[in-house]
Protein backbone atom coordinates (compact mmCIF):
# COMPACT_ATOMS: atom_id res chain seq x y z
CA UNK A 1 0.00 0.00 0.00
CA UNK A 2 2.32 2.76 1.21
CA UNK A 3 5.72 2.75 -1.09
CA UNK A 4 8.31 4.91 -1.77
CA UNK A 5 9.83 4.36 -5.29
CA UNK A 6 13.58 5.75 -6.16
CA UNK A 7 14.70 6.43 -9.90
CA UNK A 8 17.34 7.93 -11.45
CA UNK A 9 20.40 6.35 -10.01
CA UNK A 10 23.29 5.29 -12.04
CA UNK A 11 26.65 5.80 -13.08
CA UNK A 12 28.39 8.87 -13.82
CA UNK A 13 31.64 10.48 -14.31
CA UNK A 14 32.76 12.79 -11.68
CA UNK A 15 31.76 16.43 -12.31
CA UNK A 16 28.58 15.11 -13.86
CA UNK A 17 24.81 15.65 -12.45
CA UNK A 18 22.03 13.22 -11.72
CA UNK A 19 18.57 13.98 -10.73
CA UNK A 20 17.01 11.29 -8.67
CA UNK A 21 13.27 11.32 -7.77
CA UNK A 22 10.88 9.41 -5.25
CA UNK A 23 7.87 8.32 -6.38
CA UNK A 24 5.38 8.26 -3.04
CA UNK A 25 2.24 6.78 -2.71
CA UNK A 26 -0.21 5.11 -0.05
CA UNK A 27 0.03 8.06 2.51
CA UNK A 28 -0.86 12.18 2.79
CA UNK A 29 2.05 13.11 1.15
CA UNK A 30 2.11 16.88 1.79
CA UNK A 31 2.14 16.42 5.48
CA UNK A 32 5.24 14.24 5.44
CA UNK A 33 8.87 15.76 6.18
CA UNK A 34 10.99 13.91 3.11
CA UNK A 35 14.60 13.32 2.89
CA UNK A 36 17.53 12.38 1.06
CA UNK A 37 19.43 9.61 3.18
CA UNK A 38 22.69 7.69 1.41
CA UNK A 39 24.39 4.72 2.69
CA UNK A 40 28.00 3.78 1.47
CA UNK A 41 29.82 0.31 2.11
CA UNK A 42 30.59 0.30 5.24
CA UNK A 43 29.59 3.38 6.54
CA UNK A 44 26.36 4.33 8.62
CA UNK A 45 23.37 5.67 6.56
CA UNK A 46 23.67 9.73 7.09
CA UNK A 47 21.27 12.36 6.01
CA UNK A 48 22.25 13.92 2.57
CA UNK A 49 19.31 16.63 2.52
CA UNK A 50 16.12 17.17 3.99
CA UNK A 51 13.23 18.96 3.00
CA UNK A 52 10.38 19.51 5.54
CA UNK A 53 6.56 19.67 5.06
CA UNK A 54 6.87 23.63 6.59
CA UNK A 55 9.98 24.40 7.19
CA UNK A 56 13.04 25.05 5.38
CA UNK A 57 15.62 22.86 3.22
CA UNK A 58 18.39 21.89 4.97
CA UNK A 59 21.61 19.76 3.51
CA UNK A 60 24.77 17.69 5.31
CA UNK A 61 27.65 19.93 5.03
CA UNK A 62 29.42 18.14 2.10
CA UNK A 63 26.77 18.32 -0.32
CA UNK A 64 26.02 22.12 0.37
CA UNK A 65 26.02 24.51 -2.85
CA UNK A 66 26.10 20.46 -5.04
CA UNK A 67 22.68 19.31 -3.59
CA UNK A 68 19.04 20.65 -4.38
CA UNK A 69 16.26 18.78 -2.86
CA UNK A 70 12.91 19.80 -4.02
CA UNK A 71 9.22 18.46 -4.15
CA UNK A 72 6.04 18.65 -5.61
CA UNK A 73 3.19 17.70 -3.50
CA UNK A 74 0.68 17.60 -6.36
CA UNK A 75 2.57 15.12 -7.82
CA UNK A 76 3.71 13.24 -4.14
CA UNK A 77 7.08 13.40 -5.41
CA UNK A 78 10.54 14.47 -4.48
CA UNK A 79 13.38 15.54 -6.02
CA UNK A 80 17.25 15.55 -5.53
CA UNK A 81 19.11 17.42 -8.11
CA UNK A 82 23.23 16.19 -7.47
CA UNK A 83 25.52 18.40 -9.50
CA UNK A 84 29.63 18.60 -9.63
CA UNK A 85 29.35 14.40 -8.50
CA UNK A 86 32.45 13.73 -6.95
CA UNK A 87 33.53 9.65 -5.89
CA UNK A 88 32.93 10.12 -2.59
CA UNK A 89 28.86 10.58 -2.89
CA UNK A 90 29.03 7.36 -4.17
CA UNK A 91 26.07 4.92 -2.39
CA UNK A 92 23.26 4.14 -2.45
CA UNK A 93 20.57 6.96 -2.10
CA UNK A 94 17.10 6.38 0.08
CA UNK A 95 14.12 8.05 -0.32
CA UNK A 96 12.28 8.48 3.40
CA UNK A 97 8.90 10.18 4.65
CA UNK A 98 8.45 10.98 8.68
CA UNK A 99 5.51 12.27 10.34
CA UNK A 100 7.47 12.51 13.72
CA UNK A 101 4.51 13.96 15.12
CA UNK A 102 2.61 10.52 15.04
CA UNK A 103 5.62 8.45 14.96
CA UNK A 104 5.51 7.04 11.77
CA UNK A 105 7.93 6.44 8.97
CA UNK A 106 8.77 5.07 5.59
CA UNK A 107 11.86 4.34 3.64
CA UNK A 108 12.21 3.66 -0.13
CA UNK A 109 14.37 0.80 -1.60
CA UNK A 110 16.74 2.53 -2.44
CA UNK A 111 19.10 3.42 -5.83
CA UNK A 112 22.46 2.72 -6.37
CA UNK A 113 24.44 6.06 -7.43
CA UNK A 114 27.97 5.44 -8.52
CA UNK A 115 30.52 8.53 -9.42
CA UNK A 116 33.68 7.06 -11.28
CA UNK A 117 36.17 7.89 -13.97
Known amino acids: QVQLVESGGGLVQPGGSLRLSCAAS????????MGWYRQAPGKQRELVAG???????NYADAVKGRFTISRDNAKNTVYLQMNSLKPEDTAVYYCNAVRSRGGVEYWGQGTQVTVSS
Open 26 to 33: GFIFHIYD
Open 51 to 57: IPSGGTT
